[in-house]
């Protein structure tokens, strides 16, 4: 009667046991940090850093190799009065090389733009010429010519006598301007069989022009 008993007991000991073993062990929820995930993070990080700088050291190239042009195409390289080295004679000689048989009919520094120039016209026989100088380089910018034309009246000659007296004729309108006064551009042609020379001189951004007589070196007229 005893082991009957007994037995019934050792299966439910049996039993209890099993029960405990299938339940799960809880586990804790904070997991370790991977070291190799932070290395990863950091070796990337490191590539944008160095990827930013390299782009900017790029762009710093670039801007560097730019010309003063690039910046809006402005010509910064103005050219002043006091940068002319080539003197009125120099320039006339430039034309006679061309044409060595030519009579100078007119003369002009004209400013355009930036720039400056001599224009140089003459004649010979057969044809009219316009010559434009560089005052700096000496260079001939350009080289014209047309068919004479036997209706012009004004077709005097200019001679070195005459071109020797375009900077006492400048000096003379500087004078009189006054102190702050700068060439702009100035002419010697021919008018009613007259040497005429004008000069415009600039002065707190107004324009002075003299007129002056070549021959007699006197001013004609003064309009401001």
């Known amino acids: 009667m005893k082991k009957k008993w007994l037995l019934p007991l050792f299966l439910i ?3 209890s046991l099993a029960a405990c073993n299938d339940v ?22 490191l590539d944008e850093e160095e990827d930013v700088d390299a782009t900017e050291d790029q762009e710093a190239d670039e801007k560097a190799n730019e010309s003063p042009l690039d910046e809006g195409d402005v010509n910064t390289d103005q050219m002043k009065y006091e940068d002319i080295t080539l003197s009125p004679q120099e320039a006339v000689d430039k034309f006679i090389e061309s044409h060595a048989d030519s ?5 002009q520094l004209d400013k355009n733009l930036n720039d400056y120039y001599y224009k140089i016209e003459g004649y010979d026989s057969d044809n009219d010429y316009e010559v434009k100088v560089n005052p700096v380089t000496g260079d001939i910018v350009s080289d014209d010519e047309d068919l ?9 000659e200019i001679t070195k006598d005459h071109i020797a007296k375009i900077d006492l004729l400048l000096d003379k309108a500087m004078k009189e301007s ?7 551009e100035w002419s010697l042609e021919y008018d009613d069989n ?5 000069v415009e001189i600039e002065k707190n951004n107004n324009d002075i022009e003299y007129t002056y007589d070549l021959e007699s070196e006197e001013l004609i007229e003064k309009d401001d």
């Open 13 to 15: 000991l049996i039993l």
């Open 24 to 45: 799960e062990t809880p586990t804790d929820d904070t997991t370790e940090m991977d070291p190799n995930v932070d290395e990863k993070a950091n070796e990337s990080a």
């Open 103 to 107: 009579k100078i009919t007119e003369m």
């Open 148 to 156: 004479i034309d036997l209706d012009d009246d004004d077709n005097g």
């Open 178 to 184: 006054g102190e702050g006064s700068n060439i702009k």
């Open 194 to 198: 007259k040497l005429i020379f004008e």
